[in-house]
């Protein structure tokens, strides 16, 4: 996965793990992926880590670390000894402009992926909303929007653990 996503693994890694393999829900992931961003290291690994011991504990998440980022890791250090050699060249300067294009691309693709699951609970998509608002509009300190996150999301899952005992009671 770490050579077939290079550049872009969290989309494939999405992909693989809900889409093909069905190991987690869209659901489950998004809420991995949401713990593991809390987390201090790259989102992907810290999911990699995640998948890995929730299937073969220890054992797995060193396997799933190992496996992501051994082969990425060698050919960023050959990329970089190739890049000080020649990247003042005109050519190379065009090729990481596309490159960039591509990777806004994937990243955007990603967030509609993982936002799907949540797209029908008005509290969840007002709390991205504000996330969004906060960070990239406001351009607030990311511990301030952090903090008034997480007091949201707890909120929110107050009253969602509320309402369902209150079918469940209603049921009954």
């Known amino acids: 996965m770490g050579l077939s996503g290079f550049g872009g693994v969290l989309p494939w890694a999405r992909r693989v793990i809900v889409e093909q393999r069905r190991w987690l829900s ?12 809390f987390l201090p290291g790259p989102n992907v690994v810290n999911v990699s880590i995640a998948v890995g011991a929730r299937f073969h504990g220890a ?8 496996g992501l980022l051994a082969a990425p890791v060698a050919i960023v250090i050959g990329l970089g000894a190739l890049y000080a050699r020649f990247g003042g060249l005109p050519a190379v300067r065009g090729a990481f402009i596309g490159l960039a294009a591509a990777a806004s691309g994937l990243v955007l693709a990603n967030a509609l992926k993982i936002a799907a699951p949540i797209r029908h609970e008005p509290l969840s998509v007002a709390i991205a909303a504000t996330a969004f608002a906060g960070a990239a509009l406001l351009r607030l300190p990311l511990v301030l929007v952090l903090a008034v996150l997480v007091l949201s999301a707890i909120g929110a899952a107050s009253l969602r653990r509320r309402r369902r005992w209150s079918d469940d009671m209603a049921r009954r």
């Open 26 to 37: 869209p659901a489950e992931f998004t809420d991995t992926l949401a713990l593991c961003q």
């Open 59 to 66: 054992r797995g998440a060193l396997s799933a670390i190992s």
